[in-house]
């Protein structure tokens, strides 16, 4: 069987289970001191708008998606329909499929007790540095206890700095009106200008913010729902023109 | 929410070569976030109280602006936050009713 390959008696020096692990998690460390200020500023919005402690603690542990879950609870503290906030956070998480495709090559001879975990511990992070690892031309047969180190200390880390914000915001709560509401906003702006990379990309945002303003008043955020769609078809319509038109473009010029 | 984590990540992961997302639908979602982030922000900024607020006294305004540029100019989102914030701080504090 060509499992053997993998896990044969015969293990290349240099590399076990535990020397992968920690590795993993010694070279994602810069990356994990980055992700505690997140931790920390998504443990205290979230409860000093809608969430209990617990529910925020909760929302760490079980969803594990930094962008995700601070569009989660903006979106609930205005009130949003659940079908939206699932649409928006799927879309905002959908860029996880493209990593799980690039190291699910490698990881075909795992069993789904590996795959399973592996996937729901998947973030930017561990991506960056998994994908070094499984690219660096060696032999170890452990590159996913590599992987899981990296994920391991991501995920402890998550929770730890969700804590201490959570703490930090239960103290904060009792005090007029700070205006951390606002920090949604500015988190929603440094979200969404990276994602503006193109002009059918900017018509859908000015489309969009342009009809939410006309549509303010509409009640039960009917006018987030028009807005929405208006932006997304927006978009679809500019990027169809700009297809139909390049190959008009480059005739002409011949 | 827990689902749609494991449901974008462990399938891929399980079954590449076999499962694709379909191209029209790929694009359209491509669209969602922007849409829906900016469609909620726009308003924040522009009329925190309900009405238009274009004047120089608006903090959400101001610091949306300001976060905006950074935003444009770092691509980092904590500078963006960090930035904004203490912009929409100073001015609250300068322009309080």
């Given at each position: 069987m060509d499992v053997d390959l993998y896990h044969g008696p015969v293990t290349p020096l240099g590399y076990s289970r535990k020397s992968e692990f920690f590795r993993g998690g010694k070279d994602t460390f810069p990356l994990i001191l980055g992700a505690i200020p997140f931790g920390i500023i998504f443990g205290a919005v979230a409860v000093t708008t809608d969430f209990s402690a617990w529910g925020t603690l909760a929302m760490s542990a079980f969803v594990f998606a930094g962008s995700a879950q601070f569009i989660a609870i903006g979106l609930v503290a205005q009130g949003i329909a659940t079908g939206l906030i699932v649409l928006t956070t799927f879309a905002v998480n959908l860029r996880h499929a493209l990593y799980a495709a690039s190291l699910g090559i490698y990881m075909k001879h795992l069993p789904h007790r590996w795959l399973l975990p592996l996937g729901f511990w998947l973030t930017d992070e561990t991506y960056a540095v998994a994908i070094r690892r499984y690219l660096n031309?060696?032999?170890?047969?452990?590159k996913h206890w590599y992987y899981l180190g990296s994920a391991v200390f991501m995920y402890g880390n998550w929770q730890l700095s969700t804590l201490i914000g959570v703490v930090a915001g239960q103290k904060l709560?009792?005090?007029?009106?700070?205006?951390?509401?606002y920090a949604m906003v500015v988190t929603f702006i440094g979200i969404v200008i990276p994602f503006i990379t193109s002009r059918p990309m900017l018509l859908c945002a000015v489309v969009s913010g342009a009809v939410a303003m006309v549509t303010?008043?509409?009640?039960?955020k009917m006018g987030l729902m028009m807005a929405a769609v208006s932006g997304i078809a927006a978009g679809l319509a500019a990027e169809r023109w700009a297809v139909k038109d390049r190959p008009a473009k480059e005739l002409n010029r011949n | 929410m827990m689902a749609v984590t494991v449901i974008v990540r462990y399938p891929v992961l399980a079954l590449v070569g076999r499962f694709d997302i379909p191209a029209p639908v790929y694009r359209a979602l491509k669209f969602v976030p922007v849409a829906v982030l900016t469609a909620i922000s726009v308003p924040e900024i522009l009329?925190?109280?309900?009405e238009l607020a274009l004047s120089y006294s608006n903090a959400h305004l101001v610091a949306g602006t300001i976060a905006i540029a950074t935003a444009w100019r770092t691509r980092n989102l904590l500078a963006t936050i960090v930035l904004g914030m203490a912009v929409f701080f100073v001015w609250r504090y300068l322009f309080a009713a």
């Open positions: 031309n060696d032999a170890s047969p452990y709560r009792n005090l007029p009106d700070l205006g951390l509401s303010d008043g509409v009640p039960n | 009329a925190p109280e309900g």
